[in-house]
């Protein structure tokens, strides 16, 4: 099983980007999947998340701004951001808890993909 974030770039203070989470390999669905990012020099903070029920939560700081969403087909989660800031620069990972064909649920991580907003 894999996840493949991907989707990151420079973007201009007030653009958008939507990143993406695909999984791949031996699996059934994607439960619950969680987008943090971690700004240079400081802690991996949780952005926004989604359940299995597709209940989000989202970050004080990215309320209004960002969206998570998921394509249960594609097996792919997206976070659209819009209205980015300087402070949203960092690198997003996101996480899953997957149902794998052994009909286990398990934990795996994407490799981060880094968002810098800059003019």
């Known amino acids: 099983v894999q996840l493949q974030a991907s989707g990151g770039g420079l973007v201009q203070p007030g653009g958008s980007l939507r990143l993406s989470c695909a999984a791949s390999?031996?699996?059934?669905?994607?439960?619950?999947v969680r987008w943090f990012r971690q700004p240079p020099g400081k802690q991996r903070e949780l952005v926004a998340a989604?359940?299995?029920?597709?209940?989000?939560d989202y970050a004080n700081s990215v309320k209004g701004r960002f969206t998570i969403s998921r394509d249960n087909a594609k097996k792919t989660v997206y976070l659209q951001m819009n209205s980015l800031k300087p402070d949203d620069t960092a690198v997003y990972y996101c996480n899953a808890v997957i149902l794998t064909d052994r009909r286990t649920f398990q934990g795996y991580w994407g490799q981060g993909t880094l968002v810098t907003v800059s003019s």
């Open positions: 989604v359940t299995g029920g597709d209940i989000t």
């Open positions: 390999g031996s699996i059934v669905s994607i439960d619950a």
